[in-house]
Nanobody, 124 residues
Framework: QALLVQSGGGLVQTGDSLRLSCATC????????ISWFRETPGKEREFVAG????????RYAAPVKGRFTISRDNAKNTLYLQMSSLKPEDTAVYYC?????????????????WGQGTQVTVSS
């Protein structure tokens, strides 16, 4: 298992950038397939971006592709989500998540460890 501790987030304006961080405690980050999800009131938690088990390929949800970048720093055991050109519709609570399986999956049920969530609010 991985204990995931998130940081970053906050209130920004449309067009601004923001970086979220997710640090793993215990097993190293390289042991997991890791992804970012987001959730807004009244909607199901949705996949945002993921990094494959071998960490050599990334996948993005259509609404964020070209604006968000997922990356990791193994030395720091930290996952990042760099968000650029933010829009009001990006407003959500963002979660990092980890799974020990090799497949990069987008379903919430496939992930067994979750960060505590961090609020991102984009004002128009």
């Amino acid at each position: 298992q991985a204990l995931l501790v998130q940081s970053g987030g906050g209130l920004v304006q449309t067009g601004d950038s923001l970086r979220l961080s997710c640090a793993t405690c215990g097993r190293p980050l390289s042991s997991f397939t890791i992804s970012w999800f987001r959730e807004t009131p009244g909607k199901e938690r949705e996949f945002v971006a993921g990094l494959s088990f071998t960490h050599d390929s990334a996948r993005y949800a259509a609404p964020v592709k070209g604006r968000f970048t997922i990356s990791r720093d193994n030395a720091k055991n930290t996952l990042y989500l760099q968000m650029s050109s933010l829009k009001p519709e990006d407003t959500a609570v963002y979660y990092c998540a980890a799974r020990t399986g090799a497949a990069l999956l987008e379903g919430v049920s496939h992930y067994h460890d979750w960060g505590q969530g961090t609020q991102v609010t984009v004002s128009s």
